[in-house]
């Protein structure tokens, strides 16, 4: 649904001071159990910030659906190894990133993978999902966070 609002130019977010390093911890936190029943190893390494003055504005919901799904296909694509979740304060700005060693996508797949209801073929924990969350977090990600 959030999908149709943005297209359409109706998805308002609600942007408020945040530590986006402290709330993504706490959001892939929510992974950790199933990282363990996996067997697969599972490093979070997030930024706290330092001072009032590195609270970035962002909507906190799309923040959410951004790193629920990045994690959720880390986790989906990844049977065995490991998934990284990285979050760092950076003179640029936030810095936001999860690496796997899942299947990985072949070369001509990667323009592709953002694209909405665009499916990676490949071996993977289940097969839900239509890639329209993927693309979704493509085009939220650089409009959820202002710095």
């Known amino acids: 649904m959030c999908f149709v609002y943005a297209e359409a130019g109706r998805l308002r977010g609600t942007f408020r001071p945040t530590d986006l390093g402290f709330f993504t ?35 906190r919901d799309f923040w959410e659906k951004v790193v629920f799904n990045l994690i959720g296909n880390a986790y989906k694509y990844t049977l065995s190894g490991s998934i990284t979740v990285t979050a760092k304060y950076r003179p640029e700005g936030f810095v936001f ?25 490949g071996t993977a924990r289940s097969h839900e999902g239509t890639g329209a969350t993927r693309s979704f977090a493509r085009s939220r990600a650089k409009r959820i966070v202002l710095h």
Request: proline residues 3%; hydrophobic residues 40%.
């Open 97 to 121: 990133s999860v690496k796997d060693t899942g299947v990985g996508i072949a070369k001509p797949e990667q323009e592709l993978v953002f694209e909405r209801f665009h499916r990676v073929e």
């Open 25 to 59: 911890i706490d959001l892939a936190s929510s992974f950790r159990s199933a990282m363990e029943l996996s067997r697969l190893d599972y490093v979070v390494d997030c930024d706290t910030a330092p001072s009032k003055d590195m609270l970035v504005f962002a909507d």
